[in-house]
């Protein structure tokens, strides 16, 4: 028995079915990354299972009880909104003292006590006495992250956390997360439409689109072996082309190149390429006008010359295809 069960949850707004008998296994200690485009029921998915949203069919399991109809203040759990929904009236440590005293369970020095914890925690203790309009975004994220752990909550779940902030801030304090996470072994769910916050921090993926899952399992697993084309193509950049009754894909950079025909068996013609860093992406063009991209070292790609209009010469590794039925014979 895992520790967080969905069960066929169903919900529906209106006449749009949102979430259509979505199911998942949390184990305790996991975070968990629910991974989709807008609008697939991911965040109505995490509203569900912290009781803000009710729904219409299927049940939510927590450590074998089940607490579909149970009120979201004896859930235990901690939130962090995508807004952080911070109190502007109140200092970095009034907020976090108001989640404690919500609580109720401690007394004044020892709430006093866990403020300073969590403050050091989050590497926030020159700020407590700051207001959150005071605070840089990655400041107030980690705010509202502290106050979130305070009470100690039974499972913790982030609604796109880290979506409002900039490029360097957001892998910066995606570690921070996981660090904490690790160090306090709490049952995490995180909603993020970015792939790579899923690779890179979570335990499972669950993939959703269309108010399904798609596929759940590591981020080896996701990356390494999509379930359907929409996964392949979601995470990550994949090619696709006909061959014998089936559709292939593989990795961009799974691809093996060389400026002359050797053991490589298949012809390309390069439309364009993009540097980007020290790798580089080549978009080609295979006979029958089938498009394919390819990575590669920047070293690499100084090696061989590149150019547009030039000829390239592919070995498609048979071990990293991955097959598909095509898309009439797919069940959906």
């Known amino acids: 028995m895992s520790y967080l069960e969905v069960r066929n949850i169903t919900k529906r707004f209106d006449r749009q079915t949102v979430l259509a008998n979505v199911s998942a296994d949390i184990e305790k200690g996991?975070?968990?990354?629910?991974?989709?485009?807008?609008?697939?029921?991911?965040?109505?998915?995490?509203?569900?299972?912290?009781?803000?949203?009710?729904?219409d069919g299927g049940s939510v399991y927590i450590n074998g009880r089940d607490c579909t109809s149970l009120s979201p203040g004896?859930?235990?759990?901690?939130?962090?909104f995508q807004s952080y929904a911070l109190f502007p009236n109140?200092?970095?440590?009034?907020?976090?003292?108001?989640?404690?005293?919500?609580?109720g369970k401690l007394g004044r020095e020892e709430m006093r006590?866990?403020?300073?914890?969590?403050?050091?925690?989050?590497?926030?203790?020159?700020?407590?006495?700051?207001?959150?309009?005071?605070l840089s975004g990655g400041q107030q994220q980690r705010a509202a992250l502290a106050r979130a752990i305070a009470p100690a909550p039974s499972y913790l779940l982030l609604d796109e956390p880290l979506s409002a902030l900039d490029a360097k801030v957001r892998v910066r304090l995606r570690g921070e997360i996981r660090a904490i996470q690790r160090a306090l072994g709490i049952t995490t769910i995180m909603v993020?439409?970015?792939?790579?916050?899923?690779?890179?921090?979570?335990?499972k993926i669950?993939?959703?689109?269309?108010?399904?899952?798609?596929?759940?399992?590591?981020?080896?697993e996701v990356y390494d072996r999509p379930a359907t084309p929409f996964v392949?193509?979601?995470i990550g950049a994949m090619n696709f082309y006909p061959a014998n009754e089936v559709v292939c894909a593989i990795r961009p950079e799974r691809i093996e190149i060389s400026n002359a025909?050797?053991?490589?068996?298949?012809?390309?013609?390069?439309?364009?390429?993009?540097?980007?860093?020290a790798m580089t992406r080549i978009y080609g063009i295979l006979p029958g006008q089938t498009e394919i991209c390819v990575d590669i070292s920047s070293d690499r790609a100084d090696e061989i010359g590149l150019c547009e209009r030039a000829r390239l010469y592919l070995r498609i590794p048979e071990e990293h295809l991955i097959k598909y039925p095509p898309p009439a014979a797919r069940v959906m």
Not at 90 to 103: D, P, Q, S, Y
């Open 30 to 55: 996991e975070l968990v990354c629910v991974l989709g485009p807008s609008g697939c029921g991911k965040t109505t998915l995490l509203r569900i299972v912290a009781g803000l949203e009710t729904a």
């Open 74 to 80: 004896k859930r235990n759990f901690g939130i962090v």
């Open 90 to 103: 109140m200092t970095v440590a009034g907020n976090i003292l108001f989640g404690l005293r919500h609580k």
């Open 113 to 134: 006590a866990r403020v300073d914890e969590v403050l050091r925690m989050v590497d926030l203790s020159e700020h407590r006495n700051k207001y959150p309009r005071q």
């Open 192 to 203: 993020t439409h970015d792939q790579e916050e899923a690779l890179t921090m979570a335990d």
């Open 206 to 220: 669950i993939v959703m689109n269309n108010a399904t899952v798609e596929q759940a399992g590591t981020p080896r």
């Open 232 to 234: 392949a193509n979601f």
């Open 261 to 277: 025909p050797g053991s490589c068996n298949v012809a390309a013609d390069i439309k364009g390429f993009e540097f980007k860093g």
